[in-house]
T-cell receptor
Framework: AQSVSQHNHHVILSEAASLELGCNYSYGGTVNLFWYVQYPGQHLQLLLKYFSGDPLVKGIKGFEAEFIKSKFSFNLRKPSVQWSDTAEYFCAVNAQGGSYIPTFGRGTSLIVHP | NAGVMQNPRHLVRRRGQEARLRCSPMKGHSHVYWYRQLPEEGLKFMVYLQKENIIDESGMPKERFSAEFPKEGPSILRIQQVVRGDSAAYFC????????????FGPGTRLTVT
């Protein structure tokens, strides 16, 4: 079974600061990787996804993530955050060729001060 | 372009009553997943269904909880004899059979048991 760790539970930044949220997974096989965002009071929305190919993937709203296979990591980055990025961010993994049921990390709460 | 629909958005039940949560997947999607989210916790997988079939219910409590996805109509998550510990946000997601099977989430149902 796979597991996902998000080490930063709470992050507080000022606008224009750079962001990096960590995500590590454990699974011996080939995986698909996702980052979701949940704005206050709303549902989860897909930010970006990685299936194969270029390990640097770009998503919506200026977010990107890099898959480093040797480190089992899929960290989320944004060069300059905005107040509107205040939200909960979830990393998720599913196993290719399996049931495709994703395992979610616990989430990281990001607060951006104007 | 309707996304995943869930209703009701908010549901209040007294202890011992039944709660019925409904989910209509995105058009063209044949796979439905139910999750529970508690404060300060991530999403916990409950059950994965296709039309008329339960594929994986490994996350469902053994008692009081059931789910179905009939040939016609929405998927239903049913909680019998609710207790205060059932209070949570319940999210439904749907996917198609495409590569990666990324999931699209509904707005959730917030269940409060008084």
């Amino acid at each position: 079974a796979q597991s996902v760790s998000q080490h930063n539970h709470h992050v507080i930044l000022s606008e224009a600061a750079s962001l990096e949220l960590g995500c590590n997974y454990s699974y011996g096989g080939t995986v698909n990787l996702f980052w979701y965002v949940q704005y206050p009071g709303q549902h989860l929305q897909l930010l970006l996804k990685y299936f194969s190919g270029d390990p640097l993937v770009k998503g919506i709203k200026g977010f990107e993530a890099e898959f480093i296979k040797s480190k089992f990591s899929f960290n989320l980055r944004k060069p300059s955050v905005q107040w509107s990025d205040t939200a909960e961010y979830f990393c998720a993994v599913n196993a290719q060729g399996g049931s495709y049921i994703p395992t979610f990390g616990r989430g990281t709460s990001l607060i951006v001060h104007p | 372009n309707a996304g995943v629909m869930q209703n009701p958005r908010h549901l209040v039940r007294r202890r011992g009553q039944e709660a019925r949560l409904r989910c209509s997947p995105m058009k063209g999607h044949s796979h439905v997943y139910w999750y529970r989210q508690l404060p300060e916790e991530g999403l916990k997988f409950m059950v994965y269904l296709q039309k008329e079939n339960i594929i994986d219910e490994s996350g469902m409590p053994k008692e009081r909880f059931s789910a179905e996805f009939p040939k016609e109509g929405p998927s239903i998550l049913r909680i019998q004899q609710v207790v205060r510990g059932d209070s949570a946000a319940y999210f439904c997601a749907s996917s198609d059979l495409g590569r990666g099977r990324e999931q699209y989430f509904g707005p959730g149902t917030r269940l409060t048991v008084t």
